[in-house]
């Protein structure tokens, strides 16, 4: 990516604030809202001569519909990541080649090669599935198919910035 100045520095760093807060806000409450197995889901209680008693349901919670991991809209995303990381390193790579600066601090420290580069790229790419598979398997389909179009936004903030500012 190209140098940046001081407003736009200011701009990215208040965008990329803002985008974690609201992620921690958006996955924390996803996370904390299941019940342990076993859990009766309502406590027996007293009113006024009545004896209201509850019990734990006989059959076992429904899960929402099971999908395969590498579905059509699974496919689809992951297409998209891996294209817009190939995007990403193409722009990146030319952009360090005419004397820019990576702005990403972490993908600063693999700009001394190409192949460094590659390599950073393509543990994005795995890191982004392998997040994505471990929503899957934990029952939390909607962070599955959020991790890569989170992905897939910022990947495509930082392709435009680069063409832009190239």
Known sequence: MSSLRGRDTRALRVGLHLGVVALSFCCGPLFAQELLPGTPQLAAFKTEGFALEATAAAKPRETPL?????????????????GLSAGDFA???ANLANGGKELNPFTRLFTGSTAGLATNFIGETV????????????????????????????????????????
């Open 66 to 82: 099971q999908h395969p991991f590498l579905d059509q809209k699974n496919r689809i995303l992951f297409c998209a990541v891996a």
């Open 91 to 93: 722009v990146t790579r």
């Open 127 to 166: 890191s982004v599935v392998g997040l994505s598979y471990y929503f899957h398997r934990t029952g939390h389909h909607r962070l599955e198919r959020l991790s890569p179009l989170l992905n897939i936004a910022a990947s495509s903030l930082a392709v435009a910035y680069s063409l832009r500012h190239h």
